[in-house]
């Protein structure tokens, strides 16, 4: 037999990086249509449980899907209008807030004059004027992240009807997809693509539970101390919580910011405490025990999916850039020839139970 022709290592890594740029060059384009079908994807994959309970109880395919269509609709309908509202009161609220917010920073301002702080920072030429503090705190740039969060899933409701038609076509195929892929790839092949799509949804599955009781837990403490739009900071830190370390500050900040605004600066920092007491018991206590170890990615590879999925799909991208990320890394992790790739996309954790395996199950 002809022996195999063997590239170079370097021509391989060219060509390899080419397909690459040509990859990413495509879905930057696609972004009208891939942002709709990832979503469908995603909704898809969480609701897999539900469906595959159903059927196990004896309901057929076809009515399990509708009575999720269903009961998705009607949560959907009900945040929707809730969130809804509370999105058009804080834009319509946003003069009342700037006036609000002038008095704070003259308020700040005030007590901060005549100090030794004061004092030290002029000496040194920097410019604590109250009409500098006023410049830089303005309400249109002190929610920038929640204006493009919001202005991005407006978007994506445009598409909702896509969406749930595309979510539809996708259940109704899951439960004989395994019988196909079996068919497709063999046995052993069709076996390693079980195990990679059901580590997929139960890392979805999980991580949407614990985003919402994050967001849930944010509502609730907000409500208590008498904030203004709780729903709004519950949904921003309901869909942030996605994005493991960095997520939780980012949703924090606007909620903090906000509070100061209405109440003060007592209200602003039991927002800040509050929101720390929930991220740290649900990330550091809960999420390690439902989670479990072995899907953790490090913190420079969770901060750059999020500026690379963010820059392809946008604010949608933003939000998906981890569980894409992760997708990614559970099917570098299913084969021999690519496992070196998961391995450093993974965290410090990971990459010791690389070299000292833990037993087969992940969770």
């Known amino acids: 037999m002809p022996s195999e022709t063997k590239f170079p290592r370097a021509l391989r890594f060219l060509i390899g990086a080419a397909a690459f740029v040509i990859l990413v060059a495509g879905m930057k384009a696609a972004e009208a249509i891939l942002v709709p ?3 469908a994807v995603f909704l898809s994959v969480v609701c897999s449980a539900p469906l595959r309970w159903l059927e196990q109880h004896r309901v057929p395919t076809g009515l399990a899907v509708i009575l999720i269509m269903l009961m998705l609709l009607g949560i959907g309908g009900v945040i929707g209008t809730l969130v809804g509202t509370s999105v ?3 834009t319509n609220a946003l003069p009342t807030y700037q006036v609000r917010l002038e008095t704070q920073v003259a308020s700040v301002f005030a007590s901060l004059e005549g100090t030794a702080l004061f004092a030290w920072l002029q000496e040194r030429g920097v410019d604590v004027s109250e009409d500098v503090l006023l410049r830089q705190f303005d309400v249109a740039n002190v929610f920038p992240v929640v204006a493009r969060l919001l202005s991005g899933l407006t978007n994506v409701l445009a598409n909702t009807a896509l969406i749930l038609v595309t979510m539809i076509f996708i259940l109704l195929e899951m439960s004989s997809f395994p019988a196909k892929a079996a068919a497709a790839f063999g046995g052993q092949s069709s076996g390693g693509f079980r195990r990679f799509t059901e580590s997929v949804r139960h890392y979805l599955a999980l991580k949407t539970l614990i985003s919402l009781a994050t967001g849930v837990g944010v509502a609730v403490w907000l409500t208590i101390l008498g904030v203004d739009y709780p729903l709004l900071w519950g949904l921003l830190a309901f ?15 606007p909620a903090v910011l906000f509070a100061f605004i209405q109440k003060g600066t007592g209200t602003m920092m039991l927002v800040g405490i509050g929101y720390l007491v929930v991220n740290t018991v649900i990330a550091n206590f809960i999420e390690p025990r439902v989670m479990g170890r072995g899907v953790g990615l490090s913190t420079l590879v969770v901060f750059l999916s999020l500026v690379f999925w963010g820059w392809i799909l946008g604010p949608v991208g933003m939000l998906l850039s981890v569980p894409l990320t992760m997708v990614v890394k559970i099917a570098l992790e299913s084969t021999d020839d690519t496992r ?4 450093l996309l993974g965290s410090r954790a990971s990459a010791k139970e690389a070299v000292e395996p833990a037993p087969e199950s992940v969770w």
Do not use: E, Q, T
């Open 37 to 39: 079908f990832l979503l």
């Open 239 to 253: 869909l942030l919580n996605y994005v493991p370390n960095i997520g939780s500050l980012i949703a924090a900040v």
């Open 88 to 90: 058009v009161g804080f």
């Open 340 to 343: 070196h790739i998961a391995i």
